[in-house]
């Protein structure tokens, strides 16, 4: 379903990816793990162009691009194809809660606000904030406004959806409330790729584990084979670092 292959980018004379490939099955929940600076975060700003690489390709169902060739219609049939979810949450402070999860909907998709308040009503009540939906950012907590982020996510209908840490802002008492939506959201069956330090979370609802070091995708493989039987010295020295924490 989608397929990177060699994706390399630079910020100034600094490498952050190095050749990277991956390639994602329908209906895969892909978990990218790795310390900080490492280049996950971009490697899933590269999948809709929000990070511009300096070469490699990507493939998405029948849509193909060279990234040294960046075409616009491409760009924007993959960007129609899916969904981010931000670490700072990116939610409009002045539009209330269903306001923000209609946006995309009226202004991308050309939906009726009639339409569209039926389908974000319906998201909102996905991830328990039905109570909230005429209340604006500044009234709620980090983790109504992170569940705000995944239900205007959801209300596109995107055939992969990209969660860029999405729990990494969050007070400690905020993060499970927010991991079980997701929770439900992977386990519906949506193409998911979910960059985290959740790493007990990762292993539950992933069907495959990306370590990445130093802008390469140094291992991969089911959870059981990356967090019990870690062949690569360097993965198994990261995730003893994690479980000390």
């Known amino acids: 379903m989608l397929e990177l292959n060699d994706i390399t980018l630079s910020y100034g004379r600094t490498p952050i990816l190095k050749g990277v490939s991956l390639s994602v099955k329908r209906g895969d929940v892909v978990s990218i793990i790795g310390p900080s600076g490492t280049g996950k975060t971009t490697l899933l700003r590269c999948i809709n162009y929000l990070a511009k690489p300096s070469s490699g390709t990507i493939g998405f169902d029948r849509i193909h691009m060279d990234y040294q060739a960046p075409d616009k219609e491409a760009i924007q049939a993959i960007r129609l194809r899916t969904a981010m979810v931000f670490q700072q949450f990116n939610v ?120 990445m070091d130093q802008g390469v995708v140094a291992a991969e493989g089911r959870p059981d084979e990356i967090f019990d039987r870690p062949v690569l010295p360097r993965l198994a020295q990261f995730l003893n670092a994690e479980r000390a924490i």
């Open 92 to 211: 409009f402070k002045n539009m209330t809660v269903i306001e923000n999860v209609m946006d995309p909907l009226v202004v991308v998709q050309r939906k009726s606000k009639e339409e569209a308040r039926a389908i974000a009503l319906h998201e909102l009540e996905r991830v328990g904030l039905t109570a909230k939906q005429d209340h604006y950012p500044s009234q709620l907590s980090g983790g109504q406004l992170q569940r705000t982020g995944i239900a205007r996510a959801l209300a596109v209908r995107p055939d992969v959806i990209l969660f860029d840490e999405p729990t990494s802002s969050l007070d400690p008492e905020l993060v499970g409330e927010v991991l079980k939506v997701i929770r439900d959201v992977t386990s519906s069956g949506i193409t998911s790729l979910l960059v985290t330090h959740e790493m007990q979370f990762a292993r539950s609802v992933s069907n495959r584990i990306v370590f």
